[in-house]
């Protein structure tokens, strides 16, 4: 049973450029969640979704970023324009019921130059 | 909102000493889980605990649960190197469909 996956592991972007960040869930889990996480800091929760639908988007700044999951295929994290503040360790988990055990993918790091 | 808070955020220790940090809630909770992420890794699930007052073992890492289901605490015996990372606790709140809400974690480096 493959874990939560995610790609790329690493991705390194230009100012002004757009972050595609994608997150494939746990096979059985349609409870997905994206984390933000700068340098030695803690886990900031991004959003919570469901297949098609947002059901938490409370930790998502308000410009620029966007979130989805569709029926089918994996989970999109959007960042537009991207900015060095950016720069950040983003984790997806999945879990099989809400509130239930999250299990975390490896998180792809992105650097903007 | 709810608030699940972790202080210290770090903690230095010597090897072969214990090793004690607390999770305190400001609402009621459901259930409790912890996480380890290791320098470089991704978090790991650990343990959940859901009963008030439980205590859960495992080797050498206790896990207790507050009687009023709004605290709980991480105890780690003789510390290791491999012991080193963050620890995080997440609170599921007591209410219909509440969300799992982490705590900021709290680095544990030890030094050898």
New interface residues.
Partial sequence: NAGVMQNPRHLVRRRGQEARLRCSPMKGHSHVYWYRQLPEEGLKFMVYLQKENIIDESGMPKERFSAEFPKEGPSILRIQQVVRGDSAAYFCASSRLVADTQYFGPGTRLTVL | GQQVMQIP?YQHVQEGEDFTTYCNSSTTL??I?W?KQRPG?????LI?LVKSGEVKKQKRLTFQFGEAKKNSSLHITATQTTDVG?Y?C?G??AGA?????????I?LSVRP
Avoid at chain 2, 97 to 105: A, D, E, I, R
Wanted: proline share 4%; no cysteine.
């Fill in positions: 955020q459901s259930n889980q996480y890794g991704h978090p790991v699930f959940q963050t995080f997440a599921e709140g469909n509440s969300k799992l809400t982490f705590g900021k974690g680095t």
